[in-house]
């Protein structure tokens, strides 16, 4: 049971334009949101988080979305850079449960053509 | 900065072999955890450990192991190597205190296949 799914495999946009990446969940108690991303050869690199007491989160080009009702969260990229061209993990997590664990998409690989 | 190293970046082995995954973080680190990256599948965990000598069972332990004798060290365990192991293994560690992060820092990963 795949409890954070990230439907989309691969996207292509171009260098400059705007780069959706969608992300759902199934379990409401999820209380924050994080994305990362990874490069071929190197290991994941935190991006960007969002708290379900928000529903927006904005780091310089990156901006993340969370719509609580839809169990639904976007980050968006404006403007692409051919350097964002990666794979991007959404992850979710239960803040109040203290594990640490997080629970990962099957990623979306972005490419940004220049 | 945070450094997860692991032991090996590529690693072939040949069914049936114990193999031997270690990761070593200097940032004093409560928590660390052992993921699998499949295309398709996205980062699988499978052990996790939230201090020395404890250890709790992720989503697909079967056929893996874990040992962690120092806080610093989480070792990852394949009792006898299968094909179906042939994957990238990823560590990570990361700490309760962070605030509201629960962040993960991970190491480079290790790309393991099984002949």
């Known amino acids: 049971d795949q409890q954070v799914k990230q439907n989309s495999p691969s996207l292509s946009v171009q260098e400059g334009r705007i780069s959706i990446l969608n992300c759902d969940y199934t379990n409401s108690m999820f209380d924050y949101f994080l994305w990362y991303k990874k490069y071929p050869a190197e290991g994941p690199t935190f991006l960007i988080s969002i708290s379900s007491i928000k529903d927006k989160n904005e780091d310089g080009r990156f901006t993340v979305f969370l719509n609580k009702s839809a169990k639904h969260l976007s980050l968006h990229i404006v403007p692409s850079q051919p350097g964002d061209s990666a794979v991007y993990f959404c992850?979710?997590?239960?803040?109040?449960?203290?594990?640490?664990?997080?629970?990962f998409g099957q990623g979306t690989t972005l490419q940004v053509k220049p | 900065d945070v450094k997860v190293t692991q032991s090996s970046r590529y690693l072939v082995k040949r069914t049936g072999e114990k193999v031997f995954l270690e990761c070593v973080q200097d940032?004093?680190?409560?928590?660390m955890f052992w993921y699998r990256q499949d295309p398709g599948l996205g980062l699988r965990l499978i052990y996790f450990?939230?201090?020395?000598?404890?250890?709790e069972k992720g989503d697909i332990p079967e056929g893996y192991s874990v040992s962690r004798e120092k806080k610093e060290r989480f070792s990852l365990i394949l009792e006898s190597a299968s094909t179906n192991q042939t994957s990238m293994y990823l560590c990570?560690?990361?700490?309760?205190?962070?605030?509201?992060?629960?962040?993960?820092?991970f190491g480079p990963g290790t790309r393991l296949t099984v002949l």
């Open positions: 992850a979710a997590t239960l803040l109040s449960g203290n594990t640490g664990k997080l629970i």
């Open positions: 940032m004093d680190h409560e928590n």
């Open positions: 990570a560690s990361s700490s309760p205190g962070q605030k509201l992060t629960d962040t993960q820092y």
């Open positions: 450990s939230y201090d020395v000598k404890m250890k």
